[in-house]
C-alpha cells in the first residue's frame, strides 16, 4: 500500500487545523485533501457564503461575537459528519470551549505552529483579516498567540509549518500523519 492508501485506511475521523491566522490552514488543507483524496471545508468561507458577506464585513456590521456564534454552530456542524475530510477552522476557533472540547473529542487535531515573524510576511497587505487592521500588527498577533497558545497546544499533531515550500510540507504532513496513526 502507498502512503496515501495507508493513512486513508487508518483515519475515521476528520482532521481539524488550528492555528494562527496565516500559519497556512487553508494551504495544508488543500495538501492534505489532495493527498488523502477526502472532502475540504474552509470555515470562514462557509460563513461568507452563509452571510452573503466576506469576514470583515460580518465584523463591522454584526460584530465579532456575532461572527463566534455562526462560527461554533459551523464548526460543530462540520464535525457531525464523523467520516474522513479536513477542516480548516478560523484561527480564533478554540476560544470556544465547546468548539475545542468537539474538535479534540471528534477530529484529529494538528496545530499548524508559525512564528509571528513568517505569519507577518504572509499577512503583509492583507486587509481581509479584521483583528490585524491595527497599527501593530506585531503586537496584536502577540496577545492573541498569547492567550491562544495554551489552547492550540492540545492538538493531537503539532506541526511546524514555517515553511513555504510545498512539498516540504507534504513529507512533513505525511511523516507526521503516520506516526499519529501508528503506522511503520
Ligand atoms: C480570526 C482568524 C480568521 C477569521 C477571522 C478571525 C482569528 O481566520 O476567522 O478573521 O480570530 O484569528 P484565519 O485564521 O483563516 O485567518
Partial sequence: MDIKAEISDKLDKPIALVGMMGCGKSHVGQILSNMLGCPVYDSDEIIEQLEGMAVSKIFETKGESYFRKIEAE????????????????????????????????????????????????????????????????????????????????QADIKLDSNTNDPDALKDRLGRALYEYLNLR
Fill in 74 to 153: 459551523t464548526i460543530l456542524k462540520l464535525l457531525e459528519s464523523r467520516t474522513p475530510s479536513v477542516i480548516a477552522t478560523g484561527g480564533g476557533a478554540v476560544i470556544n470551549p465547546t468548539v475545542l472540547n468537539a474538535i479534540k473529542e471528534y477530529a484529529v487535531s494538528m496545530w499548524l505552529m508559525t512564528d509571528i515573524d513568517v505569519i507577518l510576511k504572509r499577512v503583509e497587505g492583507d486587509v481581509r483579516r479584521p483583528l490585524l487592521n491595527v497599527p501593530d500588527k506585531a503586537a496584536r498577533l502577540t496577545e492573541l498567540l498569547r492567550v491562544r497558545r495554551p489552547l492550540y497546544a
